[in-house]
């Protein structure tokens, strides 16, 4: 269960990221910053908002299992939502830029951390961990994916823009999230 639970979550977290604001954001960032930085900031807000969502996840698991699935299923379908009602947030870093790999850590820390909250991926990850009751790989593969496509953005920066159509690869994480409500919505009600 520990395998298919990160291997699960790593495959549903990273294409809900690629068109997400957290690759813009990354993608500024590193055109601001040296990349290294920018990397080792965002891994770190990651982190933590991996672990805050596992823990929200966790939490549900408390609760009796056919009310569980009733909130995994909405978890999904608001992931669903904010995905397919076709947001495309272009967020301007306004950070100056500073000379130390401290700051530009920091930085870099503070706009993901803040690029997170309510995100589709943290919805993801809480549904997922409750799902699965497997916090740990839960998070691993939640962690990885997101420090994958930061990683993306860091070394493919603009090229990622040109190349690959984001508005595609969101609405397809937006009916991939759809799909999992309604897998979740059947098992709860066969029961």
Known sequence: MFLTAL???FFVILPVELPDKTLVATLVLSTRYRPAPVLVGVSAAFFVQCAIAVTAGRLLTLLPHRLVLA??????AAGAVILLRGHHEED????????G????????????FAAEWGDA???????LTARYGEP??????SWLALVGVATLAVLLGKQIR?????PLIQRAAGVLFALLAV???VEFVRG
Do not use: K, N, W, Y
């Open 136 to 141: 740990v790989p839960v998070f691993l593969g």
């Open 183 to 185: 897998i979740v919505v």
């Open 121 to 127: 991926s943290q919805l993801a990850t809480a549904a």
């Open 101 to 112: 790999p401290v700051r530009m850590a920091l930085a870099s820390f503070g706009v993901l």
């Open 71 to 76: 909130v995994v299923a909405v978890l999904f």
């Open 92 to 99: 301007e870093v306004t950070a100056r830029p500073e000379r």
């Open 162 to 166: 040109r190349r690959v159509p984001l």
């Open 7 to 9: 291997i699960t979550t």
